[in-house]
């Protein structure tokens, strides 16, 4: 590989990782977000090349960004940076593969060096020094502690693990999609490491995904080991074990809906009820009103309260479009990738994020390379 373009796809994989918001930028992150955008965009504009099948949706993809572009209460250069997101789109998949792989890697290398942290500081109770950070959600009224790639509650026993991100759910749906676009290929070591990430994040989302490809795509003795597995644990674990709290009692229903679902926390369903048989449902209230009427969380329901349900259905189809044309004919990659896509949606419904963006981009490109050079190839010319 060219030195020059090994340099570039490590830069850009270093400006993804940082769209995910680790806690050591978290008090400049707003300032830094326009300057880490237009430099991934740079990176990026120079390998503009795009397939003649695929031409009529990246443009629809693109006109999306445009779309939402008009839709957020910010400045017209925040505008601008909407719309460049289509840069992306249009980029080499080659380029954009291959610095996501290595962004994995930045992944796989710093969560390690945070999951040995949090085995000397929460498993075996080690004192390291540490310093507190504020949050960075303002909504939150509790601080962190900060330890060298970790981060944890202070003053709140949590075994939950966090790596450098503010919520074990970072960790859990960054390791579920991952894995997914792999499928669970374990016998890539980077992938056990994964795996290990996700299931001590005990993101209940991160349990849920593993289960339902395991049941969907697993070969049936997979199948029926899991089911011994979930019945084994469910028949030994107490209702005073630690394992219960973190898994088992959020996997309980209330009211019609799963106790451990805190992403519509703030929301009243009844007034949700209400608002989807108004003509703002379909095409919202306006951006940031989703604090008025569900503050502290995180649902894909925000999104169709802020922005109305004919954009966020657009949104979902396009990229839903594109992953089919992408992907057919093999049904097994469509069906990962609808799970990957309304799995990210569900669980971090940030779509104006880079980093979530290409979380649910990336794993088309992915998944259709990986399906052609299996001996699939479509020959397709560029432009």
């Not at 898994?247 to 106790?259: C, K, L, S, T, Y």
């Not at 940031?288 to 189809?317: C, H, L, W």
Request: charged share 15%; glycine share 4%; hydrophobic share 50%.
């Amino acid at each position: 590989m060219n030195r020059i373009e090994n340099i570039r796809e490590w830069c850009i994989a270093i400006l993804i990782y940082l769209f995910l918001q680790p806690y050591f930028i978290w008090g400049v992150y707003n300032q830094l977000q326009s300057i880490l955008t237009i430099a991934l965009v740079a990176l990026c504009v120079t390998s503009i090349n795009v397939r003649y099948s695929d031409v009529a949706y990246k443009v629809l993809l693109s006109f999306i960004f445009v779309w939402l572009s008009f839709k957020l209460n910010i400045s017209v250069v925040g505008r601008l940076g909407i719309m460049l997101y289509s840069v992306f789109f249009l980029t080499s998949e080659k380029l954009m593969i291959n610095s996501y792989n290595k962004c994995i890697k930045i992944f796989v290398w710093t969560t390690t060096i945070s999951a040995i942290v949090y085995l000397l500081v929460i498993v075996l109770g080690v004192n390291l020094p540490h310093h507190t950070i504020a949050p960075l959600n303002t909504l939150k009224d509790y601080s962190y502690d900060a330890y060298p790639f970790l981060v944890v509650y202070k003053g709140i026993e949590s075994f939950r693990f966090f790596g450098c991100f503010d919520e074990p759910g970072v960790i859990g749906t960054i390791c579920a999609v991952i894995l997914l676009m792999r499928k669970f290929n374990l016998k890539q070591k980077e992938n056990i490491l994964i795996l290990i990430f996700g299931i001590i994040s005990f993101s209940l989302f991160f349990y849920i995904v593993c289960m339902l490809y395991i049941l969907l795509f697993a070969q049936a003795k997979y199948k029926i080991l899991l089911l011994s597995i979930f019945i084994a644990l469910s028949l030994y674990v107490s209702q005073e074990s630690l394992l219960y709290e973190l898994i088992f009692a959020r996997m309980q229903f209330e009211d019609g809906m799963m106790v451990g679902n805190n992403r519509d926390i703030g929301l009243d369903e009844y007034w949700y009820e209400s608002f989807k048989n108004s003509e703002d449902y379909w095409w919202g209230l306006g951006h940031r009103t989703k604090e008025m009427y569900n503050p502290g969380g995180a649902s894909y329901k925000d999104r169709i309260i802020e922005f109305g349900a004919v954009f966020f259905f657009a949104y979902v189809a396009a990229f839903i479009m594109y992953g089919i044309h992408k992907l057919r004919p093999s049904l097994k990659n469509i069906l990962i990738y609808i799970l990957i896509i309304c799995s990210v949606l569900f669980q971090r419904p940030f779509i104006t994020n880079i980093t979530y963006i290409l979380m649910i981009y990336i794993p088309i490109l992915s998944l259709s390379n990986e399906y052609n050079k299996q001996g699939n190839v479509r020959l397709q010319n560029s432009i």
